[in-house]
């Protein structure tokens, strides 16, 4: 065959040699040089259309006026008065704040390993793409499916229940289990513990081996080495799992809403209950609050590290 | 490999990983074997005898809403999500590899459209639509909800795959006479058409499993997974255990297919691929 495909290990050499050219060529004028805005531009109507325009107009109906049946438009503050005045509302930011908190904690901490494990352990690239795939593929499943897949586990007639009964450690089945705080983080932590694995996983498959050895020659012991140079190393991984489930769990109402079984709230679940009684500029302030909740907790921890860096 | 030893910590890790897996997959293994539950069997062990009973009933309009419908619905929609995710989020990929003006900004709506959370976006394409005088419809504004999901994905793979993409191949092509469009076809794409088999895994996959950006924008027709949601407040029997296990199959036939995909061109690859060090 004369059309021969070119290969990543014919990539590499090819592209450290080409990296002085592709720099000047790109500088020299193009022909195309609206090629970019035109090869952008689609990405571009989508956000505007499907995320801009959607957060303006909540922004704006959060000021109008509302009966049974209407939406009124007006300028109004009825609706942050009546949110940010109700110790309800505070409340439930707590409640969903702190599940964020604890939910965070439990992914760093289950997370961390698992990723150290695939990145520094598991030793031939071909182990490492396959349990790194089987972390991943409950991602591509249904997040409802999984939830409902704790019934037969935690229920009162479910595996442990039964198994401790069965071994004699409890006379009563226990009720704490399902529909409870303690199975909506357990939900939690079983959804989105991924998004904590996968960016630490890249950050520590960035680390320069060479930098461990010198570690180690240098006689620092293991946890030395894991706490002076890959945790510090891998800080920006950490800050993009972190982001994505605190931001993930913060607007989250599905989670809730099913393993609490209606005993817990949320930000979201308080808009969801809103809109289902028409109430939509307050559910609309609702979201202004959250979203600038979540903005700044990005915020913050956007300046603790350089995300950008990671990409 | 040959006459290292393992490091000290690897039994204990191997172990806590192999603990997590069971953490993933166990649930999800009980209600597939579930599922098969006989005729008089509940929602939890022990299996009262094995059947279809289940899956038949999902079949059965009456039964549980619309199944039938919504899951064609959401292949649909799945499948359109997955072809304008891999193209657009490609196109944009090819933009960002120059500085153009507003680059920043356009990474940083990438950035919010993954962090705000999806029942804002939900809400406010639902009114936008509302106040439009628009209705509401999961070929309309549930396509675009999802994609606010899926193309920020796509477009960090792309980053990804482009930040370690040689600018010589295509210098090779000009140089022998290709077009633009020539190079990104036959030079281009097929170097990156793994990657581009992943991007589309997310496309289809998070697309058909979204339930949140699908709330207030699916308009009358249910999409699967708000089906799914309206099912687990008012049924009570193991058939949400059959939807469980067909929607699931569903989504890992999906992976298997892009897996197959991925081993296939890479397969291709190293039989078509460089001939260098072989003598010839």
């Known amino acids: ?311 | 490999m040959r006459a290292r030893r393992r490091n000290a910590g690897f039994w204990p890790l191997a172990a806590f990983f192999a603990l997590f897996v069971l953490f993933l997959y166990g649930p999800l293994t009980s209600i597939i074997v579930l599922s098969f539950q006989g005729p008089n069997g509940g929602l939890t062990f022990p299996m009262n005898g094995a059947s279809l009973t289940w899956f038949a009933n999902l079949f059965e309009k009456q039964m549980v809403g619309d199944f039938a419908g919504s899951f064609q619905r959401s292949i649909l929609l799945g499948l359109v999500v997955m072809v304008i995710t891999v193209v657009v989020a490609f196109l944009a990929g090819l933009a960002f590899r120059r500085r153009f003006l507003g680059s920043g900004l356009v990474f940083y709506l990438a950035v919010a459209s993954l962090i705000v959370p999806s029942i804002l976006i939900s809400l406010g394409i639902g009114l936008l639509f509302r106040l439009l005088d628009l209705e509401a419809a999961w070929w309309s504004s549930a396509l675009g909800a999802h994609l606010s999901w899926t193309l920020p994905f796509g477009l960090l793979i792309m980053f990804a795959v482009f930040n370690r993409f040689s600018p010589a191949y295509e210098e090779a092509a000009r140089d022998l006479g290709a077009s633009a469009w020539q190079t990104v076809m036959h030079v281009v794409v097929p170097i990156i058409l793994p990657s581009l088999i992943g991007v589309g895994l997310f496309g289809f996959t998070l697309s058909y499993d979204e339930f949140a950006r699908s709330l207030y924008t699916a308009g009358t027709f249910n999409t699967l997974p708000l089906e799914i949601y309206g099912m687990t407040t008012n049924v009570t029997t193991p058939v949400l255990y059959a939807l469980g296990t067909v929607t699931t199959a569903v989504s890992f036939a999906v992976i298997g297919l892009a897996l197959l995909a991925y081993t296939m061109v890479e397969r291709r690859r190293r039989r078509l691929g460089s001939d260098a060090g072989r003598g010839v």
């Not at chain 1, 908190?101 to 520094?120: C, N, Q, R, S």
């Not at chain 1, 690239?125 to 409802?144: E, G």
């Not at chain 1, 303690?182 to 998004?195: E, G, K, N």
């Not at chain 1, 960035?206 to 002076?228: K, P, T, V």
Request: proline fraction near 5%; aromatic fraction near 10%; charge should be positive.
């Open chain 1, 1 to 311: 065959m004369a059309r021969s495909v070119p290969t990543d290990a014919v990539a590499i050499p090819l592209s450290s040699a080409a990296q002085g050219r592709g720099a000047s060529s790109a500088a020299k004028p193009r022909r195309s040089s609206s090629a970019p805005y035109l090869q952008v531009a689609p990405l571009v109507v989508v956000f505007l259309l499907f995320l801009v325009f959607p957060i303006l107009i909540i922004v704006m109906v959060s000021f109008w006026d509302y009966d049974t049946a209407r939406l009124i438009p007006a300028f109004v503050l009825t609706n942050y008065d009546e949110l940010l005045f109700s110790p309800v509302t505070w409340g439930t930011y707590l409640q969903t704040v702190t599940f964020a908190a604890i939910t965070w904690a439990v992914t760093l901490v289950v997370g961390f390993p698992v990723a150290y494990f695939l990145a520094f352990h598991v030793r031939s690239a071909t182990w490492q793409t396959a349990l790194f795939l089987v972390c991943t593929v409950p991602f591509w499943t249904s997040n409802i499916i999984r939830m409902i897949s704790w019934i037969p586990t935690l229920g009162l007639n479910g595996l442990i229940n039964k198994g401790l009964i069965g071994i004699g450690a409890i006379e009563k089945p226990l009720e704490f289990l399902l529909f409870s705080d303690f199975s909506v983080v357990l939900a939690y932590v079983h959804l989105y513990t991924l998004f904590m694995i996968v960016p630490i996983f890249n950050s520590m498959m960035r680390i320069d081996r060479s930098l461990i050895e010198a570690a180690r020659d240098n006689g620092a012991n293991g946890w030395q080495i894991l706490g002076n140079v890959i945790v510090p190393l891998c800080k920006p991984g950490i800050a993009i799992g972190s982001i994505f489930v605190v931001t993930i769990v913060m607007g989250d109402f599905v989670t809730v809403r099913l393993m609490s079984g209606g005993q817990s709230a949320s930000v979201g679940l308080m808009m969801l209950n809103a809109t289902s009684l028409l109430q939509y500029p307050a559910a609309a302030a609702n979201a202004v609050v959250l979203l600038l909740l979540v903005l700044l907790t990005v915020a913050v921890m956007m300046r603790l590290v350089d995300v950008r860096k990671e990409l």
